[in-house]
């Protein structure tokens, strides 16, 4: 099992054939050797919280420790996200959204 914690981070809501997938949308800003980089999950399974931050367990096993104040793109991500609804485009059975930064991820239905 894997452990992320990422600098930014946005919930996906895929909507396939009907059904909601959410998905963490990851980045990191990266450093002067490594570029910025950005990974989005298998799927939230769950969520745990504690007063900082938000716990995801994804269906590959993998949890992202996501800061509760780093939500949002940054602009590499943006860029990421965009090119998905590119690819998305014109394609009737899937759908994808970000969620708000008010909505309560403790209380999505993951499964």
């Known amino acids: 099992m894997s452990t992320y ?25 990266g450093s002067y050797l490594h570029g910025q980089s950005w990974k989005l999950n298998s799927g939230v399974t769950s969520v745990t919280e504690d007063d900082t931050h938000y716990h995801f367990k994804g269906a590959s096993g993998s949890v992202y420790i996501c800061h509760k104040r780093s939500y949002g ?23 994808m959204e970000p969620l708000d930064e008010e909505t309560n991820f403790m209380e999505l239905v993951y499964e």
């Open 5 to 29: 914690h990422p600098d930014t981070w946005v919930m996906i809501k895929f909507m396939h054939k009907g059904s909601p997938i959410y998905k963490i949308l990851a980045g990191w800003g």
């Open 73 to 95: 793109f940054s602009g590499y991500t943006s860029q990421v996200f965009n090119s998905f609804v590119e690819q998305l485009r014109g394609q009737d059975e899937t759908t």
